[in-house]
């Protein structure tokens, strides 16, 4: 068992650049962090935000460099192009993309793309993060949820992801909170595990797809009457739409569904899958690092 | 047959003023407009500003002045409760709010509140252009839609408002557009029929109230793939929403729905209810004048 660094990996994403120097089995031996995303870098300068950001850790010789996310985006530092499901490992590497970097060699993973009823999802990142947590729990097969500003429910099957949909879930809230009449009656937000409770249940109760553009103005009205305290509306309206996003998308999925979140966003979609009777599983968010890992040895590149 | 002066109608709702002139047939002599909605009005100065707008109608003697919309919100000038449904013009007279003003008794009309399945939902300013279709119609019942911002589908029996539902259709548009990451594929848009089709259909297609949240993010990837142009993305959205609340709200109404719209938007809203099915009528959008002359009536003004 070696300590000797083995593999740079990057999460380098739109807002925040994350850099992990690992060993030969996968231990962190190093990390940095920057708010150094895509969209912070001016003149399309990423060799010189990656030099400034893992040059010591190169001092003593090449690496291998292995990166996901919005990095290989078309705005990203060079294209990565979606891999189409069914994506196994083998497609992964298949499609990694090389970017000019004097001082190492640098790959970046393809994000996946499949589709379903004529359209189209992606994903970008998220991909890693599920190799790591088929690497991580030993299995082939499962479900699981990256909830956040765009929440992805990916399936996959015999080692190959097969599918997925993307709910715009965290980002409509934000829309909603800041740029709609609903944030008028939310002046000084509390958390309120009650009104959370109410809007998962009034979110997930059946409907179309239209009756969620009434539920939302329903988030204004429960506050007009005091049906639900203005400082607890923000929740109401985050159960709201959590609790329509797992009602939507748990039919097509086999519980347990593992979660893969920071801690806070993981326990409350935690409590709405609870209430709406679909396990799930809170996998640790390290599972990303399993997934450079895995990655890069079926690239060879440890 | 008089054209001597006999009521001030004045829509005095967030974002403009309107007032209109009517002799006792209920004909327009005169109007005013001025960009003073409610929150343009410093310091509760409501009556001021309508001094300034409508004094010269004044000049000649006393007249009524009856108020619809916002200005009789709790963020206006004197609150008019919301009458519960059902809701006649009887039931509108007995709530009309009276507000302080030398020059003239000034009425202002109250929103209606409703309740189904335990929430709540409200209209103001919608229930006198309703109570105006029912007279101009000579009919007793029917079904109304008025889209907008908030779009208000509003059922009436036996001159009375039995229900509504509101949508926020309108505004869930403009915010997605403006400040989600739909917004960055439609730099410059333009009217286009068959993506807005497209919008209405997959929009209208079964599902539950959550896939609205992964259609949404199909918007981006119908343009991240170059299915639909970026300069159609627009219509897009907007046909995606609007097919969403046609589908959810068009069961509950008998058809022909009336719609009562700016050309432009009652346009959009035929078309797409015609795709899926639904027979609607447009209305002349002066049915206004029409409520405010029989809630006057009702109301002993003129």
């Known amino acids: 068992v070696s300590a000797a660094p083995a593999l740079v ?41 990656l030099a400034a950001e893992i040059g010591p850790w190169l001092a003593g010789g090449r690496l291998p460099v292995l990166m996901s ?15 189409a499901t ?28 499949t589709e379903a ?3 189209h999802d992606v994903i970008r990142g998220e991909e890693t993060q599920v190799f790591g947590a088929l690497a991580a729990l030993g299995i082939q097969s499962g479900s699981f949820l990256l909830p956040g500003t765009h929440s992805k429910w990916v399936r996959a099957e015999s080692g190959k992801v097969v599918g997925f949909t993307t709910y715009m879930t965290g980002e409509l809230f934000a829309a909603a ?10 002046p000084d937000s509390r958390p309120s595990d009650d009104a959370f409770r109410r809007g998962v249940e ?5 409907g179309g797809p239209g009756a969620l553009l009434s539920r939302l103005f329903g988030v204004r009205t429960a506050g007009l009457f005091g049906d639900i305290p203005g400082e607890a509306l923000a929740d109401y309206l985050s159960g709201l739409l959590i609790g329509a996003e797992i009602a939507d998308a748990a039919p097509a999925h086999d519980a ?14 935690r409590n709405a899958a609870t209430m709406l009777g679909l396990a799930v599983e809170v996998l640790p968010a390290d599972c990303i690092v399993a997934g450079y890992r895995t990655i890069a040895r079926a690239a060879g590149l440890v």
Chains 1, 2 share one sequence.
């Open 256 to 269: 347990p569904v593992r979660v893969i979140a920071s801690h806070a966003l993981a326990e409350h979609y």
């Open 69 to 83: 996310g919005m990095i290989g985006s078309r705005q990203g530092w060079i294209e990565a192009p979606y891999a």
């Open 202 to 206: 009034h979110g997930a109760a059946p």
């Open 9 to 49: 990996a990057v999460d380098w994403g739109t807002s925040n650049f994350r850099a992990l120097l690992l060993d030969g089995e996968g231990r962190v031996l190093d990390r940095r962090e920057a708010p150094r995303g895509i969209l912070a870098v001016a003149g399309g300068a990423f060799a010189d935000v």
């Open 117 to 119: 009823a004529g359209r």
């Open 86 to 113: 069914p994506a196994g490992l083998s497609d992964l590497v298949a499609a990694l993309a090389v970017a000019p970097f004097a001082q190492a060699d640098v790959h970046i993973v393809p994000g996946l793309r």
């Open 177 to 186: 909170r800041d740029h709609t009449i609903l944030g008028r009656l939310m």
